[in-house]
């Protein structure tokens, strides 16, 4: 049984990880904390677990085995290493960090503590995401010549307990970045986890063209980002994350190889269609993908929880989550300079 705590108390933590944690057999929640101290304790006798009134206390728990971290973006990095330190695995929300020096030094403080970090890219856990990587590793399509890969809805207004652009998705001081950092990471792991191949080079235009605050001022993060991206294996794309699209949300993934192309939660009536070169049509129906209005099963936590039941790596490593962090911070870069970016 994985003793688990989960640290923030907001959306992410009472749609997802709480729920999944609790229909998990081999998981119990024993300990919440927020900042929101009366959240907590409400979330602490629904699920019949302990509110701390400070995180040090609860990682000072001796029966927490392993921590959600589900806070803010700009406090993802303190508090994973502070668990880490007091010897607690880790599930941490993405964005993994707000730099990549936070990235890396989070995975440095998992292998020096011994403990899993685990980090929440759950597109891989797609069900038509993992039968498309298995389609394009079985040559399906080709080699993969270019690709165009989307995340968009109309922002992050609702998915807040504290509704509207005065949330925390939205102050520069706790997000850091917008919907490149909710969305672009997504579709930026993504991809390079389906093609097999990493961004080695970006040419970005990341911009706030439409989200206002209170005031009416254009909020202080970005609300669409358009990457070009190169990749190690030749392949050319372009990833797109957009906060403005209002109207059915987004999350396609077309990709063009020497034999086909394939659409991933492209089609309305099918998860995946591949055209291919000879004119065969190839239909796979698996399953929808989650929205923010329709959240189903993430597969996340199941997984965190198998690793440290059976004490392996977990499926998503803090260290495999690091070329996508890189390509995010280069494409901010790319897009503040107007010059394109290579990764080393």
């Given at each position: 049984m994985v003793r688990v705590g989960v640290?923030?108390?907001?959306?992410?933590?009472?749609?997802r990880h709480l729920p999944e944690y609790e229909a998990n057999p081999h998981a119990q929640i024993v300990a919440l904390y927020d900042v929101n101290l009366e959240r907590a304790r409400e979330l602490a006798e629904r699920y019949g677990a302990t509110a701390y009134e400070t995180l040090d206390e609860l990682?000072?728990?001796?029966?927490?085995?392993?921590?959600?971290?589900?806070?803010?973006?700009?406090?993802?990095?303190?508090?994973?290493?502070?668990?880490?330190?007091?010897?607690?695995?880790?599930?941490?929300?993405?964005?993994?960090?707000?730099?990549?020096?936070?990235?890396?030094?989070?995975?440095?403080?998992?292998?020096?503590?011994?403990?899993?970090?685990?980090?929440?890219?759950?597109?891989?856990?797609?069900?038509a995401h993992i039968r498309a990587k298995e389609l394009l590793d079985a040559g399906r399509i080709g080699r993969v010549l270019t690709f165009r890969t989307t995340f968009?809805?109309?922002?992050?207004?609702t998915w807040s307990v504290d509704p509207g652009t005065g949330s925390w998705f939205f102050d520069p001081k706790r997000a850091a970045m917008g919907a490149m950092a909710d969305l672009g990471v997504h579709k930026t792991d993504l991809i390079q986890w389906l093609i097999g191949q990493t961004v080695v080079s970006t040419t970005a235009h990341v911009?706030?063209?439409?989200?206002?605050?209170?005031?009416?001022?254009?909020?202080?993060?970005?609300?669409?980002?358009?990457?070009i991206y190169r990749m190690s294996g030749g392949a050319v794309g372009t990833m797109t994350a957009s906060w403005t699209y209002y109207g059915p949300e987004d999350n396609s993934t077309v990709i063009y190889g020497t034999e086909g192309v394939m659409r991933i939660y492209d089609d309305p009536a099918?998860?995946?269609?591949?055209?291919?070169?000879?004119?065969?049509?190839?239909?796979?129906?698996?399953?929808?993908?989650?929205?923010?209005?329709?959240?189903?099963?993430?597969?996340?936590?199941?997984?965190?929880?198998?690793?440290?039941e059976d004490g392996t790596e977990p499926a998503i490593p803090a260290s495999s989550v690091l070329p996508a962090m890189r390509a995010v911070f280069a494409s901010i870069e790319s897009s503040k300079t107007g010059k394109t970016i290579e990764i080393g």
């Amino acid at each position: 049984m994985v003793r688990v705590g989960v640290i923030g108390c907001g959306k992410i933590s009472q749609v997802r990880h709480l729920p999944e944690y609790e229909a998990n057999p081999h998981a119990q929640i024993v300990a919440l904390y927020d900042v929101n101290l009366e959240r907590a304790r409400e979330l602490a006798e629904r699920y019949g677990a302990t509110a701390y009134e400070t995180l040090d206390e609860l990682l000072a728990a001796p029966d927490v085995d392993a921590v959600s971290v589900c806070t803010s973006n700009a406090t993802h990095a303190e508090t994973t290493i502070k668990a880490l330190q007091a010897g607690k695995h880790v599930l941490c929300e993405k964005p993994m960090a707000i730099t990549l020096e936070e990235c890396e030094q989070m995975v440095a403080a998992a292998d020096v503590a011994g403990k899993q970090l685990m980090i929440d890219q759950n597109q891989r856990f797609a069900k038509a995401h993992i039968r498309a990587k298995e389609l394009l590793d079985a040559g399906r399509i080709g080699r993969v010549l270019t690709f165009r890969t989307t995340f968009g809805h109309g922002g992050p207004e609702t998915w807040s307990v504290d509704p509207g652009t005065g949330s925390w998705f939205f102050d520069p001081k706790r997000a850091a970045m917008g919907a490149m950092a909710d969305l672009g990471v997504h579709k930026t792991d993504l991809i390079q986890w389906l093609i097999g191949q990493t961004v080695v080079s970006t040419t970005a235009h990341v911009t706030t063209l439409d989200k206002r605050d209170p005031e009416g001022n254009l909020v202080g993060v970005d609300d669409n980002a358009v990457c070009i991206y190169r990749m190690s294996g030749g392949a050319v794309g372009t990833m797109t994350a957009s906060w403005t699209y209002y109207g059915p949300e987004d999350n396609s993934t077309v990709i063009y190889g020497t034999e086909g192309v394939m659409r991933i939660y492209d089609d309305p009536a099918h998860s995946i269609v591949i055209d291919r070169r000879d004119g065969e049509r190839e239909l796979y129906d698996v399953e929808a993908i989650q929205t923010n209005d329709n959240q189903t099963a993430s597969g996340i936590i199941d997984a965190f929880v198998a690793c440290l039941e059976d004490g392996t790596e977990p499926a998503i490593p803090a260290s495999s989550v690091l070329p996508a962090m890189r390509a995010v911070f280069a494409s901010i870069e790319s897009s503040k300079t107007g010059k394109t970016i290579e990764i080393g």
